[in-house]
């Protein structure tokens, strides 16, 4: 790691946010949340450092970012942000996944075919001045003056692929305009907002600020499981819904059990493992062109060479209701939660159409704060 010289030095936790199931009110702002990155910028003069939120290096994985924090920020300072990739004016995770990769090579190619960009929200510190024990209100006031010289946000009308730079967050203290932003937002790939209390100070690793997140619920078909790692049961169960001419497309997975439910869905479903395989729609998992589209089980992950991701098909028979957040490419954006099963349900009945798509968006709009009315 590059040595730097500041008020406030790395490694720093992020400060987090709990969820919520209702609009905080008050003296409250609110802003956008990124499916992006969560980064710590730490830059002194010619040496930039980013700081994942695991407290692990960012900085060889994204280049050009580096290059663009150079130019737009104070030469003395700590962020707070969000690393995003935009393809066609839309948050693109799985872009940004890809950008984790071994290889320099890769990484360079990777930075001019799907370049990042980094949504500052928060200061820690400018100058010598360590700004945590500010309120927000005060730290916001002063990021805001840090980057005054940014123009405002704007997509040619060319239909740019890709939007990199540097990015102030836009943020609103009206409640009716964050009810606005958390409905129309979610066209960009954003899934919710962040509320922030204006009188807070800045707490590394701590959860102060407040997540409201979009939760839906969906019945889908029951295609497989995975067992957990301690082996008393099952981990996660293997999410699909069908599409045209009967095909089972796998969008997700749904996890987080208790012991007790591990257990419990082991003696349920050990039995649908039985002669499953042979006529089961993701028989062809193991082919290499199966993992090439996402949409079947069974790839080696990209984060975790090492991590068993082997499964088990089950046959076609179990529908489960589970809560999900947001719809990203056709799959679900993170884990799903099981809700209950559905008795009632033929697996051929759950479709695609259950899903919620929001209105498309762009991630231009977002970051100017404009919103439809």
């Not at 500010?134 to 840090?146: I, K, V, Y």
Request: hydrophobic share 40%; proline share 6%.
């Amino acid at each position: 790691m590059l040595r730097v010289d500041l008020p406030v030095l790395p490694p720093v936790k992020p400060m987090l946010a709990k969820a919520v199931a209702t609009f905080p009110e008050g003296d409250v702002s609110y802003e956008p949340k990124w499916d992006g990155f969560r980064c710590i910028v730490f830059r002194d003069g010619d040496d930039i450092v980013l700081g994942s939120r695991n407290e692990r290096p960012l900085t060889r994985y994204f280049p050009e970012v580096v290059a663009n924090l150079g130019r737009a920020l104070p030469d003395r300072c700590v962020l707070d942000g969000e690393i995003i990739v935009v393809s066609d004016d839309r948050l693109d995770f799985d872009a940004l996944q890809q950008r984790i990769h071994p290889a320099e090579s890769r990484i360079n190619l990777l930075a001019e075919r799907t370049p990042a960009a980094f949504v500052a929200f928060d200061t820690l510190a400018l100058g010598d001045e360590d700004l945590r024990d500010l309120p927000f209100s005060a730290r916001r006031t002063r990021l805001e003056a840090a980057l005054s010289h940014l123009g405002p946000t704007a997509l040619d009308g060319g239909g740019v692929a890709h939007l990199g730079g540097v990015h102030l967050c836009p943020t609103t203290d009206e409640l009716a305009v964050a009810r606005r932003w958390f409905e129309a937002f979610e066209g960009a790939g954003l899934d919710g907002l962040i509320a922030k209390p204006l009188g807070g100070r800045y707490e590394p690793d701590k959860r102060v600020q407040f997540k409201i997140k979009h939760k839906r619920t969906a019945d889908c078909v029951v295609a497989g499981l995975r067992w957990h790692k301690d082996g008393q049961g099952v981990g996660s169960l293997l999410l699909g819904l069908y599409v045209e001419a009967g095909t089972l497309h796998h969008l997700g997975v749904a996890a987080s059990f208790s012991v007790a439910r591990r257990k419990e869905l082991r003696a349920l479903l050990e039995p649908l493992a039985v002669d499953a395989v042979d006529d089961h729609p993701w028989a062809e998992w193991a082919r290499a062109e199966a993992h090439a589209n996402g949409r079947l089980p069974g790839a080696v992950s990209r984060w975790n060479a090492a991590k068993d991701l082997s499964w088990v098909p089950l046959r076609i028979e179990r529908v489960a209701e589970v809560a999900y957040q947001t719809v990203t490419n056709g799959r679900f954006r993170g884990v799903a939660s099981f809700v209950r099963w559905r008795e009632d349900r033929e697996p051929a009945s759950c479709g695609y159409d259950q899903l919620v798509e929001a209105e498309p968006l762009g991630v231009s709009t977002v970051l100017s704060g404009g919103a439809p009315r």
